[in-house]
Every structure is written in C-alpha cells, then in structure tokens.
C-alpha cells in the first residue's frame, strides 16, 4: 500500500448501478422502437413465408441449420472466454463474473448497432431479428471481452461497460465497413472480431499504463486450481471454434467445410503450442500459460480463411505455424511489450487474438486471391465469394487485395477507438483499483473468508483462524524448532 | 455435538441400497409392461410411417427438431443444477453427487408417470416414447432438483428419493390438470416446473424446520473455489435457458421465437441484478450468491411466455424486473422467511424458482389475453395456443383466465403434496443428519484427507496428519474443555 | 528418493518437441498427398451432387444430421476424459494436459489411418472426410485416452504421444476387420473403442509395472475440489453418451433409439452403482470413484446394442447389472490385480471401459441374434444389420456369431499390441519419471507457488516463498540429513 498518496476510491455503489440500470433502460425503450422478430420467428411472417414460397417443412426454418452452432458460440462466449480469464489466484469472481455482465450487456447493444447497419428495413425503420442475429451479437460482443483480457485485473466493472459500449459500437462500424462496403468475407471473424479487439484492448490498456503494477505482482499469477479452472474456459474453446467460424457461414457446404478446417487447423496447433512451450524451459517443462492459450491461435487464424477451399492440408500448415507464433509471443513479445512499449496485456491478447487475427486476415487474401473456378466451380465462386449485384465481376484477386485492405481498417478503428476510450478512461471518476489492489478480488467482490479447513464454532472461528494460521506457517514453527 | 440427545443415526448402509435396488428393479418391471419406442425410434414403424405420409427425407424425424435441445437441457439438469448446487465449503460432493443420483431416478419414474398421462395408447395400453418424452422427463425432474435446492445440506440421500418419487408424482397428475383439463401453454414450465417446484421444496424445509440449525453455521457457506464451481452451473443455466424454454414448442417460428425471447430477457436480468446486488453493499461490492442466482430469474420467468408473441422489448421488460424482484428476494425475503415462517431455504429456491415462476405463470396469462389475430394472424393463434378440438372456440381472454387458473393449481399441489412429504420425511428412519453435521459432506461420503500443499515425506507427513487431525477435531476438545 | 540407483532422467526438452515437430511435419505431408474434402464439404462437388441427386435443401447435407452429435462426443473426448483425469490432487495439469496433447495429435492420425481402410477412393487414392469422418477420428483417439487412463501418472509425454501412435494404428486395423471383414455392428464402440483401448492400456501397465510404485503413495488419491473437477469429466460424458453411441448410426430411427437406449442404460446405472457403493462402507458412505466412474458402466455396455431393438426395458437391464458389475470392480478387481497380476490401473478403467466393454459387445451379439422380422420388418432388419451385398444372405444367428467374434479379435489386438508397445516404452529414453516421482505435476509442468491464502506485505511474501521452498524440498533434506 503507497503511503504517501490517498488511497484510490473504489466506491462504484453509485457508478455501477446507477449505469447498468439507465443503460438497461435505455435498451428497452430503444428495443421497442426498432427491434422485431424476422420472418422466421414471427408466427404470422412464417405462416406467410411458408404459403408463399411452398416451404413444406419447418426444418426449412433457419433455426434448424444454425441454432446448434448459436449455443456452442454462446458457450464459448460465456463459459470459454469466462473461465479462461479465471486464471488468477484471486480475481477468478471478476474473471468469471465481469465477462458474464459485460457479455450480457454488450449482446443487446450489438442487437441494436448491428441491426441499424445489417438488418434495418428501410420502409418499416423496424431491425428484424433471428437465430443469426443473435450469433452475430454473441460475435460482436466477443471483440469487448477480447479486450477485457488485456485490462483483465486492472479496471473497474463501470470502465468496462465503458469499454463495452465503445467496443460494440466500433465493432458495428468496422464491420460495415469490411464486410459491406470493401464486400470481405470474414466468417468467424479474424479481422473483424479477433484482431480488432485485440488491438483494441491493447491500445487501451497502453493509454492505462500503470508504472507502479509491480505493487500487485503477488496476485499476477495463478495458483494450481485456477490454472485448473482455466482450461474449462480452454477447452471448450478448442472444442467449440469450428461452430464459431462456420456459425454464420453458407448453409450445405459452406458450414460443414469451415467446421472440418477449423477442426483441422486447431489439432495442429496445440502440438507446435506444446513443442516449443516445451522446447523452451531448461527442463523440458510445459507452462500452462502456453497451453491454456495458444493452443487456440489457429481457430483464431482461420477466422477467415476456414470457409473457403483451403485444403485440409492447408488449415494444418495454419495451425502449425501460428501455434508456434502464439507461443513465441508468450514468451518473447509480452515481456517485451511491457518493458518498452508500456503495454500491459493480462492475458496475453496480443498472441492469441491480435496477432493470430491480423495473420488470418492476411491469410485469408491469400487464399481468395489464389481461388480458381477449377477448384470452386463458377456457381461455386459466386456462392462463396458473394459475387452477386455489385460486386458481379469482381475478380478473385482483387477480392483478395480488399480482404487484406479490410485488415488494416480493423486495426485503424481498434488502434483510433482504443486510443479515444482509453482516455475517457483516464478521468478520475471510474472507481479503478490502485496499483497496489490490481487483480484483487477484494475490491469488487464480497469475498468469503477462506478457510479450507472448518473452523468449528464463532467464538473458537477467531481463534481457530489465529491457530490455522499457525499451522499453516508451521513449516516455520516445525523447522525452527 | 450434543450431549444430551443421542446422536442421529446417519447410518444408510441398508436403507440407500435397499432403495435404489428396489425401485430400480421396479422400474425395469414397469418399463416391461409399458414402455415402447415411439413410431419416429421404432424401426418398423419409422419405415412404416415413412411409407404411409410419404416422407422423403430422415431429417424430418423429429430427432432433428428436438435433440440438440435435448441435450442442452439434459446438461442444465445435470451440470447446471448440481454445479449451482457445490457452492458451500463442504458440500460439493453432496450437491452434485445427489443431483446426479435423484436426477438418473427421477426421469425413469418421469418416463412412467408422464407417459400413463400423456401418452399411453388406449388400445395397447403401452407408452411410446421419443426424445420429446426424453425432454418432458428431464423438465419432470427438474422440479424435484429445484425443491432439492432448499433441502440442500439438511436431508439424507434417502429422503431425497423419497422427494423425487412424489415430487415427479405430484408433478405429473398437477401437469396434466395444467396443461391438459386446463388446456394452458407452459412450453418453459414458469407455473408446471419452477413454481411448482420451488414451492414443493419450500414446503417440506417449512414442515422440516430446524430450529438449531446455526450449530452448522460454520458450514453453511461458501469458499473462494467453491464459489467458482458453481459459477458453472449458473452459466450453463444460463446459456442454455433458451433451449429449455424452447425444447418442445412448435416447430418451426415456435422454437425460434421462444429461444430469442428467453435470451433476451437473460440478458437483462444480468444486469439489474448487478445494479441491486452493487447498490445494497456500502462500498457497491457484488454478492455472489446474486450473480449464481438471480442473474437466471428472467429465464424462469419466461417460461410461459416466450413461446408467444411477447415482443423482443417486452421479453427486456420481464427480465428486467424479475432480475430486482430476485434480488431483492436474496436480500430480505430469505431472511425473513427463515426468521419468520421458519423457512431453512439453503439456496433460496424461493427467490430464483418459486417467485419468479408464480411471476412467469401471470406474465404467461396476461401475454395470452393479450394475444391478437393482427398480430399472430387466425391461423397463428391456432397453432400458438391450439385452439382446436374441443378447444376450438377458446378466446384468447378466456384463455387468459385459464392461464391464471393454472399458476393456482400449481401453488395447490406443491403445497399440499409438500406438506405430506414433510410429515412423511420426519419419520426417524431416514438417516437425516444432525443439526450440527448439516453441510457437511463427511456425513453421506467418503472424503478425502485435505492437504493442497504436499507434505514432503511419510514420517512428516503423519507428524502432519496428525496435528492437522487435533485440529478438525478440536471442537471437541475445546467445547469440553 | 532412492539413494542406490541413479535418478532418472525426466529431462524431455530435446524428446518431446522433437516428437511433436516430426509428427506434425509428416501430419502435413500426409495430408497433403491423400486428403480431401468429401462430396458434401467441397463446394464444387457439393453443387454437383445437389444437381445430380435433385437435392433440393442444404438441409439434406450430412452436417446437419451428425454435428451436434459431433460437438458432444468432441466435448466428451476432450473435457470429458480430460477433467475425469483430473481427480489426483497433484496430477490434474497432467490428466487434463496430456489427453489434449495426444487427443490433437491423435485425431490427425485417426483421420489418416481410418481413411486409408474406409474412405479411400481407389481411382485418385485419395480419402474423402466429412463430419462423420471427424466422429470416427474422434472415435478412434479414444481408444488411447482410454489407454492413457491405465497409464495416468506414471509415463511421460514422450511416451503417450508413441501409445496413441500405435493405438491409433491398432485401432484402425482392428476396426476394420471388426466392421469390415465381419461386418459387425459397433456404432458406439464397445468393442472396437472400451474393450480394445482399456485391454490396450492394462496390457501396456502391466509392461510396465513398477513394484515400487508405493513409494508415490501420498500423491496417488485425491483432495476435496480435484474430486469435484472430476465430476465435470463424469457429467460430461454421462450426459452426452447418447450422442456417442448414436452419432454414426443410421439416419432417422436409428440415432433416434440409439439415444433413447443409451439414456435409460445410462439412467439405470446410477442407482445401482450408488446402491453397491454405499453398502460396501460400513455406515453406508459413498465412494467419489465409483460416482465417478462406475455410472458411466451403462453407456460402455450400450455401445453395441444401443442401435437395436433391445427395447426400453432391456436398456435398463443393461445398466442395472454393469452398474453394479463395475462398482465390484473398483471394489474387488482393482486390488486383485494390482496384488496379483502385477496391473497397475490408476483410474480403474478395467471396470469402466475394458470390462463393460466385452459385456456390451456380447450383449450385441445376443441381442442381435435375438432380431426377428416381426420386430424389425424384414426392410429393417436389412438397415439395421446392413445385409446388403456380400452380405445379403447373412441371418441374424450368423450374425451374432461375428458379433462374438469381434470381441475376440478387439482384445487378441489390444493384448498383442499392448503387449509390443509396452516392451518399446521400457527403453530407457523416454524421460517417464522415477517410482517416487509419479503422479506428480511438478515432473513436467511448471507449477504454480501454490499459496491459496495471500501473504499480506512484501517482505513478508518472500520470507514465506522461501520458507515454503524450503520445505517443498524437504524430502532432500530431511532424507539427507
């Protein structure tokens, strides 16, 4: 604790109810002006839908084809992204938990932005909304709490709903921007989710700097069990990427080839991930660092790219080559980051979303300029690559240059907007923790005293407590004596 | 310990046996006489079937429809419940370990009891079941797993077939009344599941009532880990409400527009539940007993209306306000309830189940006598509310009122069935616990000897054990002393 | 520490990336040369084959009749095996680390080799894969998770990557002289996956014996929360063995009664392993293994029968006997041979998969042999058993007799192979650790300090690392001095 400064205020009674409360409310009044059910949830709509365009069954129904894929995404977003952030000794709550608020708001602003760009009907004014909407918003969010990863620890829960509100509406931009107006193809989202939330969060933590973080260097690290929990949050990551690149992707072929390279390009690179995180301790010794994270680069290097006709040898050459990126970033860009260029990245976005992203992106240029009608077919292109309407004759190599030009947008809206939010987040009004009090549960949290062993009764609890503490220090008390 | 009365027999070693063997046997018998697979999982029906209404295509089995619902529901039942359920200190195991075991009963009983109701066949006399039976089961049970959550700690795992065996009982003849005489719609089952249940287990901890129950304080709370654990029960609540709420409503627009709904009104509980649980602490620190469980009450209290037209702002409205109403619950109801109506809720099944679910059933009434054929179209209404047979000129107002009737039966059967199951319960041959060995896990299983550090070699270790044994002993020794 | 021989080598900085480098290398090129996306993946064959075959709908494509079944048997072999290896108090980085490694590994091996017997077109020589083609790789690496279960704790990495290389080989082989050359019926594996992979590994523990193994004792159980990670494992794959045992069965009915089947089995086998467990401690407790494993007997039985008619009733039976077969396991069986037959089995998987396993592949030779017209239809029967071609004449006796015989030949391969790849571990280069240095996280992982309460101060902090250090290193010098 700094003796010679006023302890920060962390007081957020105030702040954290009085936003969530306003901007819920908001959302409501904001719903009911423009959000409806779309053609297929509306039960008059599909009725209709279905007598008009002699629809015989209701597995035609789009909830049929995507709402699997919806929850393994939703899984991802809340228990993979969750509890991957539990890693901390002592900020699993806020791990866990401000990924849940920040999640749970974020998904109904990314309705309204994303509807307002995407799916508003001109003539009505009215966003329509379905299973893909919902997949879309759960994406969108995905970005916020990508950031939150590198401002895991060091940030009020009111910074956050800050960063949130920022990020999705960013996020509903930069994708506009991409998808519609350069027309890229970015399925599960390398540019516009994983590297734009990436440099999103970087950049704002680096605008956060804290000189002094070195004060809660006890609580930067986990302990056995939380590195346990963490691979809940891992695994069903690993697990559930093909569903999140091929959620949104074409229906027949389109979803079912995403889903087999993203599988592909995974396996391969959790064992590069191993080899060098190995390869790397003088002992041969893995660092569940390593593995918790980059084994997930080469879903996030495919974000783009899983779509089209890679190759199945070609999404394991991906996975190979970023599963050994990721893990090199752990060990030698993070430190280097934080020592010369003053960013701070808890989790270590920058190796497992920005970087692996922004090579996605670029990936996936290369592999759409290098398409042919021989391997697609022409109706195969077309499907693909939406070569519909305006984009008619576009060529495959000039799809290519857009998709890399789309790379750059995502980072220049990530690297501006994080830029902006960061100093909004510098006003002293936000209740973010102290130096000293970073990762600390304590703060934000009714933590509940911890004491393993079961203190019998209230009275005896005080001196029990005094005792266990002998106990556990007995490896003094032992030796000494 | 007290030393006035003689200690409680805790001792199970023939009554669990003897239960789980002897109705597992009567289930198989039962299952002999009655049950067979339905014409979608029959062979030679299927085929039959097939021929008969010229089906083209095997996707159309209803197996597509429903069983990626399925399984998201079969997880809440067993993973959400009994994770939810491992919150305190020292009852993890019994948390899920019971869950597990009254759960993989009660559906076989389910199956049984639902399908004499629902789909026994007149002229065979046998039951077919399908994977909607398979739904219907796990929905059945869950009413027991909720009204375990207020007896959570203070009953053996006897008694607690004994709760499921009526509990799935009761369920079945008041769902039946509900559903079929009344002719409501509970796709979720706000009135049928949770109201039903919450107030079934509400009743049996009123009759049950331990007056010296504070002689378990010790252990009637959570550590940091535990509290992790059951932050995963809450998010796969969570995540896979909308599939519960939408398992088995109507194809097609049904099953579409009651997952949004569902979803949509999570979202919101999540964050007026933060607001409440920020602004009822001095320094605005989050509880997480609200995050675990109030965050889930705008599911519960979806549950009968999201199959209908409720609007995407409507379902915001309804998560909004139960999200305060269950926290406010956890705040003061319990208290008051265990203070007052000699009500012991451990998991305050109360705030997050019974309210919440009486709440959804009245929601459910109004939406439905609110229902317009603008709005849902003649042939909509028709197949919303099935409006046919001998139901055929049902109102929507009338309809309504029916809806209301419902949330009473409900009320009905879980408090008088709750009432008789606590007398029967309070007979002493069920090896229930002590007032001063609630919450504990040592009672029902074998645990192990806890050490998180490693003690380094075998000598040490014992000297170890040892100490650490005069330790959890000590309130013996010093109560005595 | 033993002070006569020298400590072994568990040095795997050169063995284990260079292991996983070659592998991933050769993965590569092999894909290269054969793989390709099948007819209903590849875009260009995918238009083809709607055209052709007058598809009308994507929604006939494969992907959407096998993916969801294909994420839960994906969570099933990494979070499912994975945390049920996670029980042992200081083995949990190891149990859930290493089934990722040799899963990610496997599953590229599996797609090669099964590929190679089933999926190869002889005219390009290339192998097609689909979604089912990653249900089978999954399948196939099971095998070897399974094996690695036996294994737990007492080999390196090094080594498991060379189990699963040739189990994965095995596998292959022995499937397709199973499926293919006696035209068996194994959908969920009984055979092919429990029988094979559990002989497999017990054949290789028993190579592998280590009459010293005691001297590991005090890491070789569990504590309080490394038991309720494992219920995660247990829940997981109890849960979602129907989509197991039914994701490569026939379109249509038959994964719809698979499923069911493998539901009641799996239902069944809870109460009766509850029942045996509690009876078998003196005031009645109940054992976590068992709960943990033995439940789960049903699922391993049904593997074979599921798809048949057993009927509902016959499921239950199923359950009811392995349930009860598998906690007598873990209560008799495990001893004797650890005493006796020298097999060291660390989580019992001779009760949960090798011996259920050869039960459910009789249980389907019986049940086969059982089918009768009447029930079936002779249409179906001829679905079901696949009689077609060569194979058109088979009856239903005959078909039974290859089903036994299936049997014979998964365990004559895994004993075999066991055996021969138990003699190549015995080299001494693999790095596995020393008889006091099993089941030991700290061998090949980075550990985390492990201190759950939070030194207060600085100083304070270091003095406490270091004592804390000294101590963890105790067994040095205290067997020293």
Redesign the interface.
């Known amino acids: 604790m700094c003796f010679f400064c006023p302890p920060k205020n962390?007081?957020?009674?105030?702040?954290?109810?009085a936003v969530?409360?306003v901007?819920?409310?908001a959302?409501?009044?904001l719903?009911?002006v423009f959000?409806?059910?779309d053609a297929?949830?509306?039960?008059?709509?599909?009725?209709?839908l279905?007598h008009t365009n002699n629809i015989t069954?209701?597995?035609?129904?789009?909830?049929?084809?995507r709402?699997?894929?919806f929850?393994?995404v939703?899984?991802m977003i809340?228990?993979g992204f969750?509890?991957l952030m539990?890693f901390l000794?002592?900020y699993?709550?806020g791990g866990?938990?401000f990924n849940?608020?920040i999640g749970?708001?974020g998904?109904?602003w990314a309705l309204l932005m994303q509807g307002w760009f995407h799916a508003l009907d001109p003539t009505t004014g009215k966003i329509s909304?379905?299973?893909e909407g919902?997949i879309n918003a759960d994406f969108c969010v995905a970005a916020s709490l990508i950031a939150y990863g590198a401002l895991l620890g060091k940030v009020s829960?009111v910074q956050l709903m800050v960063v949130t509100l920022f990020g999705v509406t960013l996020f509903a931009v930069e994708e506009y921007i991409i998808l519609n107006l350069l027309h890229c193809r970015d399925a599960g989202g390398s540019m516009v989710i994983h590297c734009f939330g990436g440099y999103y969060g970087l950049t704002i933590s680096w605008i956060l700097y804290r000189p002094k973080l070195h004060q809660s260097k006890?609580?930067n690290?986990?302990?056995?069990?939380s590195?346990?929990?963490a691979?809940?949050g891992t695994?069903?990551l690993?697990?559930?990427w093909?569903?999140f690149n091929s959620a949104i992707t074409d229906?027949?072929?389109?979803?079912?080839?995403t889903?087999?390279n993203t599988?592909?390009a995974?396996?391969?690179?959790?064992?590069?991930t191993?080899?060098?995180s190995?390869?790397s301790?003088?002992?041969?010794?893995?660092?569940?660092v390593h593995?918790q994270n980059a084994?997930l680069a080469g879903g996030v290097a495919m974000g783009t790219a899983a779509e089209f006709?890679i190759?199945?040898?070609g999404a394991?050459?991906v996975g190979?080559c970023t599963g050994i990126i990721s893990t090199f970033g752990y060990l030698f860009v993070s430190p280097f980051m934080e020592k010369y260029l003053k960013i701070q990245d808890t989790c270590g976005v920058h190796n497992l979303h920005a970087l692996p992203g922004m090579l996605g992106g670029f990936i996936g240029a290369i592999v759409a300029a290098a398409a042919t009608e021989e391997?697609?077919?022409r109706?195969?292109l077309i499907?693909?690559f939406d070569f519909e309407g305006e984009f008619a004759d576009r060529t495959v190599g000039t799809q290519g240059g857009f998709q890399a030009a789309g790379v750059c947008v995502a980072i220049a809206f990530a690297v501006v907007g994080g830029a902006v939010v960061g100093l909004i987040l510098r006003l002293p009004i936000w209740?973010d923790p102290a130096d000293d009090n970073c990762f600390d549960d304590e703060?934000?949290?009714?933590?509940?005293e911890?004491?393993?062993?079961?203190?019998?009764?209230?009275e005896?609890?005080n001196?029990?407590t005094h005792?266990?503490q002998d106990?556990?220090?007995?490896?003094?008390s032992?030796?000494q004596s």
């Open positions: 962390t007081n957020i009674r105030i702040s954290l109810p969530c409360f901007w819920q409310i959302m409501i009044v719903f009911g959000i409806r059910y297929e949830s509306d039960i008059r709509l599909w009725l209709q279905k069954s209701d597995i035609e129904n789009d909830f049929y084809f709402y699997p894929s929850q393994d939703h899984v809340f228990v969750g509890f539990t000794k002592r699993s709550f866990v938990g849940f608020l749970a708001f998904l109904q909304i379905g299973v919902l829960p006890r609580l690290g986990s302990v056995y069990h590195d346990v929990f691979m809940i695994l069903f690993w697990m559930f093909p569903s229906h027949g072929s389109g979803q079912h080839r889903a087999i599988y592909i995974l396996a391969s690179s959790v064992l590069t191993v080899a060098i190995s390869a301790e003088k002992r041969g010794k893995l660092d569940m593995i084994t006709m190759t199945p040898y394991l050459i190979f391997v697609y077919s109706e195969g499907e693909t209740g703060v934000y949290w009714e933590v509940p911890d004491e393993e062993g079961i203190p019998p009764v209230l005896y609890n001196h029990m005792k266990h106990i556990s220090e007995s490896n003094f032992v030796e």
